[in-house]
């Protein structure tokens, strides 16, 4: 029932039409049924030799209004549910989009994105012409049997007996049947979150001469699908053959014992007909029940993957307001923070340091110590599980995510960017910049050449996910894009690592630059970039090692002088 409650929910803005609707389907469903009485009319105008223009007439006139009003709520309910799919995919894609990050890191972005396209087109038919079809099936079959009872009671026990059996047993069916369509919708997601793997990591597929495994594994999903497809049509061709069964056995019964009984003179020939012509009239509206009820089941099967999505948790304060952001550079607190993801080793234990305000501040440690999760709780992707954060002595969880994350300018390990133009790439996170902080902006990461050399200049289009740069250009994009934005803090994770040495340098004035006006926390590898931090900050496997300045650090943090040791930096040191 809750699955029913669901549609209805769906649907629920759209009563009026809704209503509308049925009121149309119901009255093309009595013009339809009152055909048969006025063929009785004309049969019996025929056999008593009176006019047939008035029943004749009064019969066409019931044909022609039940095939307008037909095309009439046809044309309401197909309209009905377009909006009703598109709110639901508008409420599905807000939601996907405010997901929270531990949401995401355990879901296939390919099946999430099949929930909104392929999903959401079931409910289309559900939540309107199943829910019409139902009431109007239902209405239109429980008229048929008053229509029969008024013209015969004795051919309307054997009609009633031969449908309860047929209906018995599709009531058998159903259950399974939406059992075989919700299979088949996650075996559609599979196939989509697979086509997503595989393309999103085209390059490395190739590369590794991969193309062949990946077909194979997306092919093993569509397989999958295919064959739940298969026993969806083996019950859908059961239930049309048992549908079948239900339209034929009553009118051979009512025929065999109907016509034996005119012809023993119980049973005027006039009613036999028009009973004849009530069962066949019958068949319409049941079908339409049956239908309804099927296509209600695999609505049903939708709205199950479609809920999933809705009972995820989200982000529910990105949206809200945010009062106008202090420019000067905050100082952030680290308070013996604790976290862990799930089914994981701590990620961080009881990690404590400060970043003074203005500056930078570098975190630097092995690979898997904790950086990039540090930077993650930073901007509440995540929570910590105990300890806290605090801006200028605010603890964040506070404040709305929306407060933390406008305070802040990010640059990701990855740098990604998005299918769009360079231009619209560098406002993204400042759309109502100006033009004169976009040219300050390009100038200082040396993008300016970049768009000198591009044919089409900013509205050159960067490709699905930054395909048409390099890996330093996108690099460069991502500094400037977090620039642009003139954050109070600048979270800038492995930012220089794929530039050059020039280009480097470069991008290391820019942020210097920067420094003068926000809090700049870095994440590197190589240490030539940090060696000039205000503060370093040494992780090591979830714990700080040590915090001091670079030349502190050498003579105190044995950890930090190996790594200055691998990357031949300690010999700058003693030279000094």
Not at 124 to 150: D, H, N, P, R
Not at 190 to 215: C, F, I, M, Q, W
């Amino acid at each position: 029932m809750r699955g029913v409650r669901t549609l209805l929910g769906y649907a629920k803005d759209h009563w009026i039409a809704l209503t509308v609707g049925l009121v149309i389907a119901l009255a093309s469903a009595a013009a339809n049924l009152a055909q048969p009485l006025a063929t009785k009319s004309v049969v019996d105008a025929l056999a008593d030799g009176s006019s047939l223009s008035g029943p004749v007439g009064t019969l066409a006139v019931l044909v022609v209004v039940a095939s307008l009003l037909a095309g009439a709520y046809t044309f309401l309910l197909d309209r009905t549910a377009e909006k009703v799919v598109f709110s639901v995919r508008r409420q599905l894609i807000g939601r996907l989009l405010r997901l929270r990050v531990p949401e995401l890191d355990g879901a296939a972005p390919g099946d999430l994105t099949s929930r909104v396209t392929s999903d959401s087109t079931l409910l289309q038919s559900a939540t309107t012409q199943a829910l019409i079809s139902i009431v109007k099936g239902a209405a239109g079959g429980i008229g048929s049997m008053v229509v029969m009872f008024t013209l015969d009671a004795r051919l309307t026990g054997l009609t009633l007996g031969s449908l309860a059996l047929v209906a018995l047993t599709i009531g058998v069916l159903l259950p399974k049947i939406r059992r075989v369509i919700t299979k088949a919708q996650e075996a559609v997601g599979e196939v989509g979150a697979g086509l997503d793997r595989a393309l999103g990591a085209a390059r490395t597929v190739k590369a590794s001469g991969a193309e062949a495994r990946e077909e194979a594994a997306v092919t093993d999903s569509a397989r999958k699908a295919m064959h739940a497809g298969f026993t969806g049509a083996k019950y859908n061709a059961l239930v049309g053959g048992i549908m079948n069964l239900a339209f034929s056995a009553p009118f051979l019964l009512v025929l065999g014992a109907g016509g034996a009984w005119a012809a023993t003179g119980s049973l005027q020939l006039s009613t036999l007909i028009a009973f004849l012509l009530t069962v066949f009239y019958m068949t319409e509206p049941l079908a339409e029940l049956v239908q309804g009820v099927t296509t209600l089941q695999q609505g049903l099967g939708a709205v199950k993957r479609i809920r999933e999505v809705e009972d995820m948790a989200i982000e529910a304060d990105v949206d809200a307001p945010v009062t106008a952001v202090e420019r000067a550079a905050p100082g952030i607190a680290v308070h013996n923070v604790k976290f862990q993801y799930a089914g994981r080793s701590a990620a961080l234990d009881s990690v404590s340091f400060e970043a003074p305000a203005g500056g930078r501040t570098a975190i630097v440690g092995p690979s898997g110590a904790g950086k990039t999760t540090l930077f993650a709780l930073l901007q509440r992707f995540y929570e910590p599980e105990s300890g806290m954060i605090t801006v200028d002595g605010t603890d964040i969880a506070k404040l709305t995510r929306a407060e933390v994350r406008r305070r802040i300018g990010y640059v990701e390990q990855d740098a990604p960017a998005l299918s769009g133009t360079l231009e619209s790439n560098l406002r993204y996170a400042a759309p109502d910049a100006t033009d004169e902080e976009l040219e300050d902006v390009l100038r200082a990461t040396r993008l300016s050449d970049l768009v000198e050399r591009l044919p089409d200049g900013l509205n050159t289009m960067v490709g699905t996910r930054g395909v048409a740069l390099s890996g330093g250009e996108r690099q460069r994009l991502a500094i400037a894009r977090a620039l642009l934005r003139r954050p109070q803090v600048l979270l800038m994770d492995e930012a220089t690592s794929q530039l050059d040495a020039r280009n480097e340098v470069a991008l290391r004035e820019a942020v210097d630059q920067a420094a003068e006006r926000c809090t700049v926390l870095l994440i590197a590898h190589r240490l030539s970039t940090v060696v000039s931090a205000d503060r370093i900050v040494v992780l090591e496997r979830g714990r700080v090692a040590a915090t001091g300045t670079h030349e502190q650090l050498l003579g105190a943090s044995p950890l930090y002088r190996e790594l200055a040791a691998s990357q031949l930096l300690v010999p700058e040191v003693v030279e000094q």
